[in-house]
Nanobody, 128 residues
Framework: QVQLVESGGGLVQAGGSLRLSCAASGRTFSNHAIAWFRQAPGKEREFVVAIARNGASTYYADSVKGRSTISRDNAKNTVYLQMNSLTPEDTAIYYC?????????????????????WGQGTQVTVSS
């Protein structure tokens, strides 16, 4: 079992940057693909980005592609999401999610149902 704790959210002006962290407990972190989702008020939870076990295979939603970077440090059981050029449309609660990934370079997709473990979320607010 994996427990996830997000951090790094906050209030930032448009055009600013934030680095979110997802710290995991458990010795099997390296067996899991990790994804970030976000949910704005009144909207469904949406996929942001995912990273496979190998740390090299990543997939970004179009909404953040080119201005966000995901990375993982398996030695520290942590995944990072660097977000730049933030806009008010990025305002949401950001959730970290994990799923066992039998294939080293794959991840379970872009839908929440593919992920077994979830953190409590961290609020990101971007002011205009």
């Amino acid at each position: 079992q994996v427990q996830l704790v997000e951090s790094g959210g906050g209030l930032v002006q448009a055009g600013g940057s934030l680095r979110l962290s997802c710290a995991a407990s458990g010795r099997t972190f390296s067996n899991h693909a990790i994804a970030w989702f976000r949910q704005a008020p009144g909207k469904e939870r949406e996929f942001v980005v995912a990273i496979a076990r190998n740390g090299a295979s990543t997939y970004y939603a179009d909404s953040v592609k080119g201005r966000s970077t995901i990375s993982r440090d398996n030695a520290k059981n942590t995944v990072y999401l660097q977000m730049n050029s933030l806009t008010p449309e990025d305002t949401a609660i950001y959730y970290c999610a994990a799923a066992v990934a039998p294939v080293y370079s794959s991840f379970p997709g872009i839908y929440p149902r593919g992920y077994e473990y979830w953190g409590q979320g961290t609020q990101v607010t971007v002011s205009s």
